[in-house]
């Protein structure tokens, strides 16, 4: 499976983006699927996870309420839909898929995920 990610830019503090990951080679609907990010500097963190079998979504705590993590299977496309960005929320965002059933502990772990988008660079003025 191959995933593109795309729909970053350049917002306001306060601002929405919503980003994209369009899977390619095998449906999305076999897959768990997570956004990671990775701001200059730092290390790649947890952002949001949707589980392949019951379809629960975890987040890392500081996007909770903001956030919203979902898979449409008929696009075959995996979405981030980002609410009253922060600056804060400045970094590149990675999709990542796993065919796996992953505990939540699992699903928060990049070494959980075996398919990695290309990253997908958001930016919040302040």
């Known amino acids: 499976v191959q995933l593109q990610a795309y729909g970053g830019g350049l917002v306001q503090a306060g601002g929405s983006l919503r980003v994209s990951c369009a899977v390619s080679g095998r449906s999305s609907s076999l897959y768990s699927f997570a956004w990671f990010r990775q701001a200059p500097g730092k290390e790649r963190e947890f952002v949001a996870a949707f589980r392949r079998g019951d379809r629960s979504t975890y987040y890392k705590d500081s996007v909770k309420g903001r956030f919203a993590i979902s898979r449409d299977n008929a696009e075959n496309t995996v979405y981030l839909q980002m609410n009253n960005l922060k600056p804060e929320d400045t970094a590149v965002y990675y999709c990542?898929?796993?065919?796996?059933?992953?505990?939540?502990?699992?699903?928060?772990?990049?070494?959980?995920?075996?398919?990695w988008g290309q990253g997908t660079l958001v930016t919040v003025s302040s």
């Open positions: 990542a898929a796993d065919p796996k059933n992953w505990a939540s502990g699992g699903l928060r772990y990049t070494g959980s995920y075996t398919y």
